[in-house]
C-alpha cells in the first residue's frame, strides 16, 4: 500500500483528525457539493497529493506514516477526518467520486466511516450512502496498514440499484501535524451485473 506504482484515482478528499462535527440523522456531509464538476475540482487535488491513481502513498506521505509516539500525541476521545473516494470505471466508463468522513475513536481503536453524496462523470449524481465500522493499529511494520475498513450499502445510479461495497485499505500519516491525514486504496464491488471498476483511492485530512 506504500509504494507507488497505480494508476486509477478513486478516493479523493481531505480527511482531519478533530475537525468536524459529528454528522445528524439522516446523515449530512458539511460542505456538500451538487455536481460531479463541483466535487471533482474542490477534493481531487487533496487526492492526488498525497497518493498515485490506485491509492498507494506517494513518497513524502508514505516516510512520515504515524506511529504509536505520534498517536501518544493526540488528546483521548474521538477525532473526524472529512475527504473524498474516486475510482475509474474500466472500459473509459466515466469517474465515480464521493464525499467520505471517517471518525477514529482514540480510547477504543474503533473506527466509523461513511461514505455518500456521490457523483458520477457521465451519470450525474449517484443517491444513497455507505457505511461500515472496524479497528485500527498504531504502529505497523514494513507495507503494512493501520486499517482495513469495508463500507456497504445501497446506491442508485442513472436509475439502477446497486449493491455496493467498497474496501478501504489505509493509513494514518503526519503532514503538518500529528496523525493528520489518512489515505489509502479503495476496491469497490457492485455486484453481479453491476458496473466494473478499477481500484482506486482516498484521502482525508483533520
Known amino acids: 500500500m506504500h509504494s507507488a506504482t497505480k494508476t486509477s484515482l478513486f478516493l479523493i478528499g481531505a480527511i482531519g483528525l ?15 457539493f ?24 506517494l513518497a513524502g506521505p508514505a516516510a512520515n506514516i504515524s506511529d504509536s509516539t505520534d498517536f501518544d500525541a493526540l488528546t483521548t476521545g474521538s477525532v473526524t477526518y472529512n475527504g473524498a473516494i474516486i475510482a475509474e470505471e474500466v472500459d473509459d466508463g466515466g469517474t465515480l467520486i464521493g464525499q467520505l468522513q471517517i471518525t477514529a475513536d482514540l480510547d477504543n481503536s474503533n473506527l466509523e466511516g461513511t ?47 446497486l449493491n455496493a461495497t467498497a474496501n478501504l485499505s489505509g493509513n494514518f500519516f503526519n503532514d ?23 481500484e482506486g483511492a482516498f484521502q482525508a485530512s483533520r
Do not use: K, R, W
Request: hydrophobic share 35%.
Open 115 to 161: 461514505a455518500g453524496n456521490f457523483f458520477h462523470s457521465e451519470d450525474g449524481a449517484v443517491t444513497g450512502l455507505m457505511t461500515g465500522s472496524s479497528i485500527f493499529t498504531e504502529e505497523v511494520a514494513g507495507n503494512g496498514d493501520h486499517f482495513a475498513l469495508q463500507l456497504g450499502g445501497s446506491l442508485q445510479q442513472n436509475g439502477t440499484v
Open 176 to 198: 503538518s501535524d500529528n496523525v493528520d491525514q489518512v489515505a489509502g486504496d479503495a476496491d469497490f464491488d457492485f455486484g453481479l451485473g453491476g458496473p466494473d471498476y478499477d
Open 34 to 57: 451538487n455536481s460531479f464538476n463541483e466535487i471533482n475540482a474542490a477534493l481531487t487535488p487533496d487526492v492526488q497529493a498525497v497518493v498515485d491513481d490506485d491509492g498507494d502513498l
Open 18 to 32: 478533530a475537525g468536524c462535527d459529528g454528522a445528524s440523522d439522516p446523515f449530512a456531509f458539511d460542505p456538500t
